[in-house]
């Protein structure tokens, strides 16, 4: 039953075509998307061409033929987009105003996965910007910083504020085949310390931090911002490296690790590897320092949480769950709950509730709040 589902997942792509998803029925690319959720990297509920080669690495060894030849045949009925390289992002920042840094190394790995962009402010308000800190999605083994060139309208908004962006790569665990949830999460806790470490170089306040994920970024934007300074210790220690997060931004983000409940029948036994004992943790302690639900505490910063209804990939009783446990510590937290919306936000049995472009603005809102 397992190699027919399968069989008949690969010719629906065969049968619909994978190079433009303008024309992929809508149907078709739902069920491309419950599929394999982690090929929408910039989390928009939509499969572009790229997308689609990119995610190859997670099709079944013996149909990468089929779909490559099939993806050159119909290259020509929608161009792919070029990968957002350095000089892909300065043309984006340029067409808005706006200037920026393109790969900066925060620490060293034997992949060179680890480097982030920063995006200045258009109009300076205040002496030492507050820094708005994007960590994109990709169910940790894809996905790229460059999906923030893709949200012009929340890069507009805050940079015209006076606020910096930046936004981060982590180490993957489709690249890096031996690297853990703890070393994924460690990776974005050096992010926040470098740059906490190198505010005055650029002129940003490093207790003035917001972070922002999508999908497994969600979670990883969670972490970051509950914990301290020597969390989950890394390559970036040492003087220099505090730092406070004001508020935390989820996009349907996993909140734990350990609560069962919280997933319903998908079980994270099908990602076991990335919780494997590494560096003297055991899986437990891994599960333990990457679960939002048992990192919030008291002094947890403000949190903004959206979830889909109908989400299959991080059902959204993960969204409930940490929400609960915020309002039991009477923290600041807004919890908001999309109706008719999957993974992404995309429709799922009707419309959904809201639109992008409202999820966007009460973002913005909450985070000009948040840096007042």
């Given at each position: 039953m397992k190699n027919l589902k399968k069989i008949t997942f690969i010719t629906f792509l065969s049968l619909y075509g994978l190079s433009a998803y303008a024309q992929l029925p809508k149907q078709m690319e739902t069920r491309i998307l419950s599929k394999l959720p982690q090929i929408d990297t910039n989390s928009d509920g939509k499969l572009s061409t790229q997308e689609l080669e990119q995610g190859r690495k997670?099709?079944?060894?013996?149909?990468?033929?089929?779909?490559?030849?099939y993806l050159k045949k119909n290259?020509?009925?929608r161009k792919p987009n070029l990968k957002l390289n350095n000089v892909k992002a300065d043309k984006v920042l340029k067409a808005i105003g706006l200037t920026g840094e393109q790969g900066i190394s925060y620490k060293t790995t034997p992949t060179n996965e680890t480097v982030l962009d920063i995006i200045y402010p258009k109009n300076k308000k205040y002496q030492k910007a507050p820094l708005f800190i994007y960590?994109?999605?990709?169910?940790?083994?894809g996905g790229s910083r460059n999906a923030i060139y893709r949200k012009?309208?929340?890069?507009?908004?805050?940079?015209?504020?006076?606020?910096a962006i930046a936004s981060i790569d982590y180490r993957l665990a489709g690249k890096s085949e031996k690297v853990m949830m703890n070393e994924i999460?460690?990776?974005?806790?050096?992010?926040?310390r470098f740059l906490a470490k190198h505010a005055d170089k650029y002129g940003i306040d490093p207790h003035k931090f917001i972070t922002w994920g999508t999908s497994a970024g969600g979670s990883l934007a969670l972490v970051a911002a509950m914990t301290q300074e020597d969390h989950l210790a890394g390559d970036v220690?040492?003087?220099?490296?505090?730092?406070?997060?004001?508020?935390?931004?989820?996009?349907?983000?996993?909140?734990?690790?350990?609560?069962?409940?919280?997933?319903?029948n998908r079980k994270w036994n099908s990602k076991g590897n990335l919780f494997t004992a590494n560096n003297g943790l055991s899986e437990e302690n891994i599960r333990k320092l990457t679960s939002p639900d048992l990192l919030i505490n008291k002094q947890s910063p403000s949190l903004l949480l959206f979830y889909g209804d109908?989400?299959?990939?991080?059902?959204?009783?993960?969204?409930?769950?940490?929400?609960?446990?915020?309002?039991?510590?009477?923290?600041?937290?807004?919890?908001?709950?999309?109706?008719?919306?999957?993974?992404?936000?995309?429709?799922?049995?009707?419309?959904?509730?809201m639109k992008q472009d409202e999820i966007e603005q009460i973002l913005i809102d909450h985070v000009f709040k948040w840096v007042i």
């Open positions: 997670h099709f079944p060894k013996k149909y990468l033929a089929k779909i490559d030849t290259s020509n009925i960590i994109h999605g990709g169910g940790y083994t012009s309208n929340i890069v507009k908004q805050l940079t015209n504020a006076g606020i999460n460690q990776d974005c806790k050096d992010a926040l220690m040492g003087q220099g490296i505090a730092h406070t997060v004001l508020g935390s931004v989820v996009y349907f983000g996993a909140t734990s690790f350990v609560e069962e409940s919280v997933w319903k109908k989400d299959t990939t991080v059902p959204v009783e993960n969204g409930r769950h940490l929400n609960k446990i915020a309002q039991s510590m009477n923290l600041d937290v807004n919890y908001i709950e999309i109706k008719n919306a999957g993974h992404g936000f995309r429709n799922v049995g009707g419309q959904a509730s």
